[in-house]
């Protein structure tokens, strides 16, 4: 990357889930080969000084910092060739932004205020790694180096001084995030997946990716708990046998398709006897609910069905989405703070096109 | 107020209680998690000044300070924070430095403001006796034990209303987990009892040779109080009595505990002269 005598700026181009329709997503995100390949074309472009790509599912960035226009045109060039994108419908879906902008935009990306699920974590990581892979390849230098790790501070303070994280938003996680309040340690935990449904099952996976201790499946159709239990690598157990096993279980995630009530309020207060200290947490999320809505009154057992997940869900969006003016008032703060370090080194501008 | 009294320093430890009190009820109504740093060391500050104003009142009396009401409120306050100081850090558990704040302030500054508990200051009212010193001090450390094991069973009781009624946002959600809060109040309550018997054992070694020396009211209070614990304790190891029971039990028969505090108060002292002086407030 050159080094002319123009006064350098610092600049963020991309697109993502917010302006590009989903058929174009799909087309927009980088292969490990194609991003090598576009960093080996920016690497030879006079006049793009510095370069880091943010490459997820539902975005791609190039943070930059660049001495004309002409270079930020020739890398969107670039990744238009490599995507198969046309560079006219590029221009339609694109963001481009300058100096304290940019750097507002990296803040509130980091910080997962610009994510499609509003505040979720994984995008903090996801730029980490950006920047990261920016290191190896020595594409960053004084001013990148200086925007990303100051706004991954940034971010944090956002983070943890705002609500925009807190609860779950997903009734997958809101499942699994109630049965933490319950057991606490999820380690030592026995999930019972009763039925094949699809939530079921995307509750039950992230129940395993949080760590539960085991998982055990049940469906009407002993072949499809076979199938399942060999899919998530867990123990099949024949239908008829759910109620006699009941207590050896701590979660129940229910999403059969049975016409009625498959556990019963006689079956729970029989398994409680058993386990009179553990409590049985179940996850109904069948409609025709799968448990019988008077298990609810036995004192230890939890039930909560699809509706009560949903609204805990909505709560917690709403609450995250009460948070934003606050967040992005402190990403403001933060991003004026990092340009006024940076701007010494990039204080040109890029002429939107 | 003169530094040099134990009674400035009683002051400044429960404003500290006080202090983590207002900031844990601060973010309740805020519906916000309080810092746990902030409150550990307003804790941890507290703690600091409430073992001074011990010392100092327990070189005035030439042993543990255990001698009057006041004495016996302050030390029941210092032992349930000791105890929320390896419990409350081990555990991680939100909310237990706000409810201990509570407990120990309402301990420490209610006796404080009631100046007849700290009237007589009994000097020397083991008699030098240490092993009567070690079976009061245990004895009033497993109050503290018990009031600790309260506050948890109020924080099982705010978890399971929660989770019965699906409420888990705003201060619920700064709640442990019900099957941690249950394993830690079942800790205390087995620590509590052998602490308790521990004390027994001690007190009863000593009195069954003096069987004058004692007033039969406490005797039979303190056992009491040890055997409706034990009771608690065994019918928990037999599975029956449980979760919210339980807890209902805890909370109630650390109420009575505190009650009886002033019947277990020492009249006199155990040997030696009786060295009572009167105290200025």
């Not at chain 1, 760590?211 to 239908?239: C, D, H, I, K, N």
Request: charged share 15%; hydrophobic share 50%.
């Amino acid at each position: 990357m050159s080094s002319p005598d123009v006064s350098p700026a610092l600049f963020v181009v991309g697109a993502s889930h917010q302006t590009t329709p989903i058929d174009l997503r799909e087309r927009l995100a980088l292969t490990p080969e194609k991003l090598a390949q576009l960093h080996d074309a920016a690497s030879r472009l006079a006049g793009l000084r510095e370069l880091a790509v943010v490459n997820t599912c539902n975005r791609v960035e190039f943070y930059g910092v660049a001495t004309d226009a002409t270079a930020v045109a020739a890398l969107e060039q670039e990744f238009c060739r490599l995507s198969g994108l046309d560079p006219a419908t590029f221009a339609t879906i694109r963001r481009l932004a300058d100096g304290s902008d940019a750097i507002r935009h990296l803040v509130a990306v980091a910080s997962g205020l610009e994510s499609q699920m509003l505040g979720e974590n994984e995008i903090f990581g996801q730029v980490k790694s950006a920047y990261e892979g920016a290191q190896q390849r020595r594409s960053v230098g004084p001013v990148l180096n200086r925007v990303f790790q100051k706004a991954f501070q940034s971010a944090k303070h956002v983070r943890t001084q705002t609500a925009i994280t807190v609860g779950q938003v997903s009734v997958a996680n809101v499942a699994v995030e109630l049965a933490g309040t319950i057991f606490g340690d999820l380690s030592a935990t026995r999930v019972l997946l009763l039925g094949a449904g699809d939530i079921g099952e995307k509750t039950a996976r992230a129940f395993q990716s949080r760590g539960a201790g085991s998982l055990t499946v049940a469906s009407r159709t002993l072949a499809r708990a076979l199938e399942l239990a060999t899919e998530f690598g867990a123990v099949a157990l024949p239908f008829e046998q759910v109620g006699q096993r009941l207590h050896e279980f701590d979660i129940l995630v229910c999403s059969t398709a049975a016409p009625h009530a498959v556990v019963t309020h006689a079956a729970v207060a029989a398994a409680l006897r058993r386990r009179p200290a553990h409590p049985l947490f179940f996850i109904d999320l069948a409609l025709p609910r799968d448990v019988e809505p008077d298990v609810a009154t036995l004192e230890n057992a939890f039930v909560y069905n699809l509706d009560d997940l949903a609204r805990i869900a909505e709560r917690n969006r709403a609450a995250r989405e009460a948070e934003v003016a606050r967040a992005l008032a402190l990403v403001g703060e933060r991003a004026d703070s990092i340009w006024r370090q940076v701007a010494p080194q990039a204080s040109g501008r890029i002429e939107p096109r | 107020m003169d530094p040099s009294t134990d009674r400035f320093w009683f002051w400044l430890a429960g404003a500290c209680y006080f202090a983590g009190l207002a900031l844990g009820t601060s973010a309740v109504l805020r519906r916000r998690a309080h810092s746990r740093g902030i409150m550990n060391a307003i804790v941890v500050v507290g703690y600091v000044l409430h073992t001074y104003a011990l010392y100092l009142r327990g070189l005035e009396v030439r042993g543990c300070p255990l001698g009057n009401q006041f004495e016996i409120f302050q030390f029941t306050a210092w032992s349930a924070t000791s105890l929320y100081l390896v419990v409350g850090t081990t555990f991680r558990i939100s909310l237990l430095g706000y409810f201990t704040s509570m407990l120990s302030a309402a301990l420490t500054l209610l006796s404080l403001s009631m100046p007849a508990w700290d009237a007589e200051h009994r000097i020397n009212v083991f008699g030098g006796n240490a092993w009567i010193e070690f079976h009061a001090a245990l004895a009033l450390f497993s109050y503290g034990v018990f009031g600790l094991l309260s506050l948890t069973s109020i924080l099982f009781l705010l978890r399971h209303f929660s989770l019965k009624n699906k409420q888990l946002d705003g201060t619920f959600a700064f709640l442990p987990s019900i099957v941690d809060l249950d394993q830690i109040g079942h800790r205390l309550l087995i620590t509590g009892v052998v602490l308790l018997a521990t004390s027994l054992l001690v007190g009863a070694s000593w009195w069954t040779r003096n069987p004058g020396a004692v007033n039969p009211v406490k005797i039979a209070v303190t056992a009491s109080i040890w055997i409706a614990y034990a009771v608690a304790l065994a019918l928990r190891l037999r599975g029956r009595l449980q979760g919210k029971r339980l807890a209902k039990v805890c909370i109630a028969l650390f109420a009575v505990a505190l009650l009886s505090l002033s019947l277990i108060t020492p009249r006199r002292p155990v040997s030696g002269p009786a060295s009572v002086s009167s105290h200025q407030p």
